[in-house]
């Protein structure tokens, strides 16, 4: 007989609209009478999505539901549960707010643990419901530090199984696949994944390797390891990369993911051939599907950038580029401009590499460099799907470039980006590639251009008054020598950097009818660049010196990510 809260929830299920699976979950309630295993069925199953079953399962409870990795997660929370209890109990603290700790629970409607968990806090608790799964994640992250691992590599680096010279290709595949080595790469990735890092490099020097993490667009050490331990660390990553772990004198490139909670996140692995050594980076691309959806509006886009730009995006035909290193955020803007446009009398598709944002009401294809499934291959194809709008992840090559501008000669508006430093260049790299400026000229309607720069944090931001020199140098106007500038004094908040976050500035150029004169006459960037000024254009750094003088971020880091010029 089924216990009364299974039963429960299984009348909530199938009582949502248009729920299909009457028959399934039934069947289910039968298999899982005594237990919440129930709830695990469900969405394992698929019945009912992972966010509807649990906020459901929450009701019968009586507690809410809060996703762990959708939750702000804060310092002062996690310090107040110790990492021994938080396993034990299965539990994570999430916020402090009014002198009240907000913990996550596998089972909060135990008053028992959570008036220990009071006592151990100092300080009252509010229980809030989370899965197993996502809590036992959570705590591997966010109990991870410095200190856990180095512990983790002083048993390794003991242990002598490592100190043989020369070691066999099956030999190292087995040191790879130990419970040891296993722990340790798991640390070293929700470390980075605490860190909210964008990359890990893992570096062999002449007597040690080390461990740096990308954070805020700039790189920080983390640790160093005996280098007698490299190898079975990196192989470990071929491993779990589909790689030849045999092969070390050629680059290797490949793809892993983690489960994390119900969610999986995803990353690009190379490692290249060096002096002492194979040197690796892991790229963190996101959670799958849970990047965070940004608006156009929430951007912080200058005004002057942002009008211009949200008209761009309702042209009904025509190509805008999205350019900037990779890293500076070209993904987020475009899913922003998708965002926007998003309605259900138009059909949007794109082509990705990965697919890092679902978005309800698109159609999303991901290349696949395995059975040679290009963007080029997958644009063919998605002209005979009757889209109106196309974004187009990357165009790498003069066939995609060319069936991306005869799509937007035919009466389609495709969004895409390319890897150029300024908006000009973008123009420019298009004809440098072999596309025909009599086929530019018309097809491209605007090029934006972007890049990150580290907030300063807000927990230590303090004003200063910068040099008149400093001033001199960025700045024309006079009488800013009055006017507070700030940055950050660093604290724990921000590992003592003074930065925490990220901010983007931008330039965006809206090709007039004279600048399509001068695409066809071949004209160079700078020509370009000045025809645009004279109908607003403003240039990156003039906008990442806007962001300055608004207080949110440092003259160094745009200094640090544009190129010298005044700020006209």
Known sequence: MPNPRNKLFVEHITALPEFDYVREVRALLDQHPDDAGLLSAVIDQKLVSKDDACRLWGDVIG???VDPFASVITEEAIACIPAEIAKKVKCVGLYVLGGTLTVALAAPED??????LGQIAQMPVSPVFALDREIEDAIAIHYSNEKSIEESLAGLE?????DQAEVSNERLALLADSDSIVAFVDEIIYYALRERATDIHIEPQETLARV???VDGNLREMLTYSRKLHRAFISRLKIISNLNIAESRFPQDGRFAMSIGTQTANFRFSCIPTQFGEKAVIRILTFSGKKAMMTLDK?????NVLQPFKRLIRNPNGIIFVTGPTGSGKTTTLYAALHEINTPDVNISTIEDPIEIQLAGITQTQVNAHIDLKFSTILRSLLRQDPDIILIGEIRDLETAKIATEAALTGHLVLATLHTNTAAQAIVRLMEIGVEPYMVAPSVVGVLAQRLAARICESCKEPYHPSRELLGKYFLEEGLTDVPFYRGRGCPACRGTGYKGRIAFHELIVITEEIRTMITERRSAQE???????????SLRYDGLKKVLLGLTTIEEIEANTSFEWAT
């Open 63 to 65: 507690h809410a539901y």
């Open 111 to 116: 008053k028992d643990i959570v008036r220990r």
């Open 158 to 162: 003991r242990a002598s199984i490592f």
């Open 212 to 214: 740096r993490f990308r």
């Open 299 to 303: 951007m912080m886009m200058s005004q």
């Open 528 to 538: 370009i660049t000045r025809a645009a000024a004279k109908i607003g254009y403003r």
